[in-house]
């Protein structure tokens, strides 16, 4: 493994916030003072203003291949083309999950929730972030012809993929909807169970995003979310880069602080069903921080999770 002085003296790594070819869209930084080391993106913004840079961000990788997302400078998985590597450093294989289906996988995930979701035949299952409709396949394939699947996504490029996803596939209880987490147009106790993969990390409410999911919930019902935490704190320019928050990292909160918001939504029976490390590659960290600052991070014991959380209502 290249040390950090080894990586910093290649060449300039694509991983970073001004990494974006032409073909790629760059993403809008309002009121951001980059010089300001007080500043914290989740504060200097708005609610609105990050769920833009979201949508801004997803909208290009809807209309990418999982292929493009995965080696693109500016994908959401975090890849970094640097030395011709890709780093794909979140991402689960689906492959092997029953109702897979390639044309829906953007390779955007930091789990496999619906592998854990203990969903039954004609169950209804809401999927939150449904992108393409990955999961939203997967769970159909639980559900069968008696179930029914509900995606929410906001992103309308998004929506429009799954659909088309879903027409091909022939099913007619798999639908879209274009809305926002914390104010879906679903009626109360909806879900059997809720399925989310790497999306509630980049609700800025996240209070309100679980408040909502609670209440969609049929008592009795449970939901298995995959979601990046952390342990310790992130570098403050690495909280401050809108492309880490759209790569779901500066968007993330401490792991404790995270299954509270899930506990004070009403769930109970709250478990950790799957955890991982995620290991930064060095080209990333080199182009948020000094090579100092990143071995103080590397020795702070800080760290980036994906966890995938079961809970009840």
Do not use: W
């Not at 997302?69 to 590597?85: F, I, K, L, Q, R």
């Not at 401490?254 to 080209?283: C, R, S």
């Amino acid at each position: 493994m290249n040390t950090l002085e080894e990586t910093k003296s290649k060449e300039k790594s694509c991983c970073g916030p001004d990494c974006c070819s032409d073909e790629t869209v760059e993403i809008p930084v309002v009121g951001l003072e980059t010089n300001n080391i007080n500043t914290d993106l989740t504060k200097e913004k708005s609610e609105e203003e990050l769920k833009q840079i979201v949508k801004e961000q997803y909208s290009q990788i809807a209309l990418q291949s999982k292929e493009q997302n995965e080696s693109s400078c500016c994908g959401s998985t975090s890849a970094c083309c640097g030395d011709n590597t890709t780093y794909t450093i979140m991402a689960d294989e689906y492959k092997n999950l029953k109702g897979y289906n390639p044309d829906a996988d953007l390779g955007l995930g930091c789990g496999l929730p619906t592998e854990f979701a203990n969903i039954k035949a004609g169950d209804t299952v809401v999927d939150l972030g449904s992108g393409a409709g990955n999961d939203c396949f997967v769970a159909r394939a639980e559900t069968g012809d008696t179930g029914r699947v509900i995606g929410i996504d906001m992103t309308p490029a998004m929506v429009d993929k799954a659909k088309v996803n879903a027409a091909k596939l022939g099913f007619t209880n798999v639908e879209f909807h274009l809305a926002e987490i914390e104010n879906m147009p679903l009626g109360d106790y909806t879900a059997d169970v809720v399925v989310s993969n790497c999306v509630m990390n980049l609700i800025p409410n996240k209070v309100n995003a679980f408040r909502e999911v609670y209440r969609i919930t049929k008592p009795g019902g449970h939901f298995s979310i995959s979601d990046i935490v952390l342990t310790g704190e992130l570098p403050l320019k690495m909280k401050t880069a809108a492309t880490m928050y759209a790569g779901c990292v500066s968007g993330a909160v401490q792991k404790d602080e995270y299954l509270e918001i899930v506990k004070n939504a009403g769930f109970k029976n709250i478990t950790i069903q799957k955890e991982k490390l995620i290991t930064i590659p060095d080209q990333i960290l080199l182009d948020y921080m000094t090579i100092e600052e990143a071995k103080q991070f590397i020795r702070s014991g800080s760290g980036i999770y994906s966890i995938t959380v079961y809970a009840e209502k």
